[in-house]
């Protein structure tokens, strides 16, 4: 119910979106851009823009060279659950307001209704 509150309002990712996230975040910790991955991967720079902002899952070909290229598995790559350590935690939170500061007074309202 939360979740679905949640998505609707914009404050969580779908689960395209999360994906997208995990990808352009291993890549960027690889080193590679994204014109250069997908140049590795053979497929358009804008499909795998996309791909990383969540408009559109990669088929299952373009996952496999994806995965192959970054040297990772796809429980790596589905791990949408990394960011445990509070820092990590703490620092996500931030970035999500910088990024949505609008959605600040959602993110204070659910914040609140958890914590009393």
């Keep these: 119910m939360l979740s679905d509150i949640l998505l609707l309002r914009g404050l969580m990712k779908s689960n395209k979106e999360l994906l997208g996230q995990r990808i352009k975040e291993i890549r960027k910790k690889k080193g590679l851009s994204?014109?250069?991955l997908?140049?590795?991967?053979?497929i358009?720079?804008?499909?795998?823009?996309?791909?990383?902002?969540?408009?559109?899952?990669?088929s299952f070909?373009?996952?496999?060279?994806?995965?192959?290229?970054?040297?990772?598995?796809y429980l790596e790559v589905f791990n949408f659950e990394h960011h445990n350590a509070p820092d990590d935690?703490?620092?996500e939170?931030?970035?999500l307001l910088?990024?949505?500061?609008?959605?600040?007074?959602d993110?204070?309202?659910?914040?609140?209704?958890l914590t009393t």
């Design 93 to 95: 939170i931030v970035r």
């Design 61 to 73: 070909k373009t996952l496999d060279k994806l995965l192959e290229i970054l040297k990772i598995d």
């Design 38 to 42: 997908a140049e590795l991967a053979q």
């Design 34 to 36: 994204q014109e250069k």
């Design 44 to 58: 358009e720079p804008t499909s795998l823009s996309n791909i990383e902002n969540g408009y559109n899952y990669p």
């Design 107 to 113: 993110f204070y309202k659910i914040i609140c209704a």
């Design 98 to 105: 910088k990024e949505n500061p609008d959605k600040l007074q």
């Design 89 to 91: 935690l703490i620092a």
